[in-house]
């Protein structure tokens, strides 16, 4: 019994490692896909796109 | 009953329960809470029914540290006290001011929000005050807050006619109590000085002070001086931790999406940081002010950013349809100060009033994190402005490189006198418990903002009067 449990664990572990792997690519992509860059110049709070 | 001399009110076989010192919204509150459930007191006003100059200059004091306004103008010495110059504007302190902030130096009130709100009804009752909206979620950061403008209540002019008819409240005028005289942990009289030279004294079982959140200070500070056994046994916070909320116009903001939070009629709205965004950035409480301005201001406002951002300034005048008069605003602050021991009231070693009772000395400066909250804060409005897509903020100058506070053309501050008698568990860190009452004296207790602990960014009266209320049931209920 003991090999065989030691492998479920080792199986559920690495499920949970892909779990938490997607979560961070989703953390990771989302921000690079929405986030807006707030600048400084000229003592005004801008976006980015503002000094294009 | 109103009595304008003490020996009116002695030859009336007048006996109170309770003597309160002062008819602001403070002490005229507990007096009106008292005489609900029956029991007569006396309310005391070192003033007439009326404003006088001579009154007034009972007030004199001296400020040192940060500019400040002449103390015989910061408050008022009449019936009603000082709601007699209130500008109306009402808010309670939000939940998370009352807690242990551990970036914030002796923060956390011995009572939590809850402790007030059964009587925010009853205080917006007083006060003629519809309910205080929800807060609306503008960004991560910072929420849309209700902060109301109401018809400001006079307390002398609202509650005399009450007063004159009542049969429990005796208001005695011209009485101006010098100092409590205490023995044993209780205080056995008031001396007081009636109209201007005679002297006396007024006796109950318990007395409530509440003159306002610089005299309260004084006249602890003066009684401990005079009364053989302390009126204030362990007066290490007396008259310490005052606090302000420092008040500024600092910046202007292009806004082209009002619609995206609420405004009142003249167009003005307020915003506040979340807790988790104070925390995050290690600020206290404050609130924004959008104020629409004049056209040519927007003009000029609008050509400013033209030269930083030239594209994005074509777009917003195309977008507002060349009527570019809703774009100008002014971005007005006002905001926590955090409690520290230094600043405080003293009393002056050369300046007497008529009576010969020291004149209060003001230490009061801000600080770091006053600096920091005002800075950080402004940068995390900016940004939401600019995320949500409502507006682009710019800073003032002295704001962004970080020079003196302005004195010309600025509030400076909101005439809120808080702290000097604080609310602390701790008799080393407060004048008072969380029942208003003096550490250590059986029958004397504490109304008004010079209890609070901390200040948040919230216009006082509605916390003053809900506490007031509070104090009231606690003495009916516990204490008569």
Redesign the interface.
């Known amino acids: 019994m003991q090999p065989s449990s030691t492998v479920g664990i080792n199986r559920r572990a690495l499920l949970s490692g892909v779990a938490v792997t997607s979560v961070l690519i989703v953390i990771n992509l989302k921000p690079k896909t929405i986030f807006?860059k707030?600048v400084?110049?000229?003592?005004?709070?801008?976006?980015e796109?503002?000094?294009? | 009953m109103i009595f304008r001399s003490i020996e009116e009110y002695d030859n009336s076989g007048f006996s109170p329960k309770v003597a309160i010192i002062g008819t602001g919204p403070a002490g005229m509150t507990v007096a009106r809470r008292l005489a609900k459930a029956k029991i007569p007191c006396v309310l005391l006003d070192a003033g007439d029914e009326d404003y006088s100059d001579r009154s007034q200059k009972v007030y004199d004091g001296k400020v040192i540290g940060d500019p400040y306004f002449d103390l015989d103008i910061a408050r008022l010495r009449y019936l009603g006290g000082t709601s007699n110059h209130w500008a109306g504007w009402c808010r309670t302190l939000d939940a998370h001011d009352f807690e242990q902030r551990e970036w914030i130096p002796n923060s956390g009130w011995p009572i939590k929000r809850d402790a007030i709100e059964p009587f925010l009804d009853s205080a917006r009752e007083i006060l003629g005050l519809r309910n205080v909206d929800d807060d609306v979620k503008m960004s991560n950061d910072i929420n849309w807050i209700d902060l109301i403008r109401s018809d400001p209540v006079r307390f002398g002019e609202k509650y005399k006619q009450e007063l004159v008819d009542s049969e429990l409240i005796a208001v005695v005028l011209n009485t101006y109590v010098t100092d409590l005289v205490a023995k044993n942990n209780q205080i056995s009289a008031a001396n007081i000085i009636s109209n201007w030279s005679t002297k006396g004294q007024v006796i109950a079982p318990k007395y409530v002070v509440a003159t306002g959140g610089i005299e309260n200070s004084r006249l602890l500070l003066w009684s401990n001086e005079r009364s053989q056994d302390p009126v204030v046994p362990e007066p290490k916070a007396l008259g310490r931790y005052w606090m302000e909320h420092p008040e500024y116009t600092v910046g202007d903001a292009i806004i082209y999406n009002p619609e995206a939070y609420k405004r009142a009629n003249d167009g003005w709205a307020f915003f506040a940081p979340t807790p988790t965004a104070m925390k995050e950035t290690g600020i206290m409480n404050f609130h924004a002010v959008i104020i629409p301005q004049s056209l040519s201001q927007a003009k000029q406002l609008l050509a400013d950013f033209a030269c930083t951002a030239p594209t994005a300034a074509e777009w917003l005048f195309k977008k507002a349809e060349k009527d570019i008069s809703c774009l100008g605003n002014r971005i007005d602050w006002a905001w926590e100060q955090s409690p520290k021991f230094e600043n405080h009231i003293a009393l002056s070693t050369k300046d007497k009033d008529f009576a010969g009772i020291p004149r209060p000395e003001l230490h009061w400066r801000k600080g770091e994190l006053e600096r920091k909250t005002l800075v950080e804060g402004i940068r995390m409005f900016g940004r939401a402005l600019a995320e949500k897509n409502i507006g682009r903020l710019r800073m003032d100058d002295w704001v962004h490189n970080g020079y003196d506070y302005p004195i010309e053309d600025q509030e400076i501050a909101g005439y809120h006198h808080m702290g000097g008698t604080r609310m602390s568990t701790d008799p080393r860190t407060g004048v008072v418990d969380e029942n208003c009452q003096v550490h250590g004296m059986q029958n004397l207790y504490v109304a008004g903002s010079s209890i609070f602990t901390t200040s948040g960014y919230a216009n006082p009266t509605m916390t003053i009067v809900a506490l007031a209320e509070r104090l009231g049931e606690h003495l009916i209920t516990k204490a008569i």
């Open positions: 807006t707030i400084e110049q000229d003592r005004w709070i801008l976006k796109d503002d000094l294009l």
